[in-house]
């Protein structure tokens, strides 16, 4: 697709320049620029994941088990869960604040304000389980910084945190490359981070969630963008569709025979 936008823009030029008689590359038909199908797990894949992540029930994997756990059950992106502080967390309505992204350029990293969209400053309703969840997991938040003393950085408030840089907020590379490790070690596929992402999106459309609301979930700047991006996944809803507006019609009264 991009090789044929450049021939045809090379071609234009010439017949510009008089080179040639016309322009062969405006007959032809550009190739399809073709979307790759989302790859989200199945249910399946989530539920072997987590039996194998919950499995382990002491502290070393705590953090990492509550943060796929929030990265399937919001649907963020990763660098938004990594940029995540307890002030963005309402215990009192159930809510969690999107508004702040992890960063890693040629500056170094460090967290910014604002979202990789305007609709990507959101608020998300998590459910009793999830929000009993981060409770619990606050007062290991509070255990671990108090074992490393003065050295822990209280002042970012980082949910998942880094223990080599104490306090700071845990970088996507190092959820990843967690992540990579737990899979191999279990001799399960590998899974990147981003197909809880598309997993959670896709689940939520499967179920009959308007494209508007799991947009509006997603962070999306558009409902397009989710369509696009996830049409293939929408349940087959025909039938029911059919009977909604069929059930506003009388039923007819049965003909007199002659």
């Given amino acids: 697709y991009q090789m044929h936008l450049f021939i045809h823009s090379m071609l234009a030029m010439a017949f510009k320049e008089n080179i040639i008689p016309r322009n062969y590359a405006s007959a032809a038909s550009p190739p399809k620029n073709e979307k790759k199908e989302v790859d989200a797990l199945s249910e399946e894949q989530l539920e072997t994941f987590f039996n194998l992540l919950y499995k382990d029930t002491s502290e070393k994997n705590y953090m990492f088990q509550v943060f796929y756990s929030l990265l ?7 660098g938004e869960l990594c940029a995540l502080s307890w002030d963005n967390v309402d215990f009192e309505e159930s809510k969690i604040h999107i508004c702040k992204h992890f960063i890693t350029d040629s500056t170094g990293s460090r967290i910014v304000e604002g979202c990789k969209t305007a609709a990507g400053d959101r608020w998300l309703y998590m459910d009793e389980g ?21 050295k822990w950085n209280y002042f970012t408030r980082a949910v998942f945190f880094s223990k080599q ?33 598309h997993t959670a999106i896709s689940l939520q459309l499967q179920s009959g969630i308007s494209i508007a609301e799991a947009s509006k979930r997603a962070g999306h700047s558009r409902s397009t963008i989710t369509l696009g991006i996830y049409a293939h996944t929408i349940k087959n809803n025909d039938k029911h569709l059919c009977e909604v507006v069929t059930q506003a019609i009388p039923k007819m009264p049965k003909r007199k025979s002659s």
Wanted: aromatic letters at 14%; one cysteine or more.
């Fill in 165 to 197: 840089q104490p306090g700071e907020h845990l970088s996507p590379s190092t959820a990843r490359n967690w992540l990579q490790a737990f899979t191999k070690k279990n001799n399960l596929p590998r899974i990147h981070p981003h197909q809880f992402r």
């Fill in 72 to 78: 399937l059950a919001t649907g963020c992106r990763i």
């Fill in 130 to 150: 999830t929000m009993t969840m981060l409770k619990e997991y606050k007062d290991y938040y509070f255990k671990t910084a108090k074992s490393f003393g003065n």
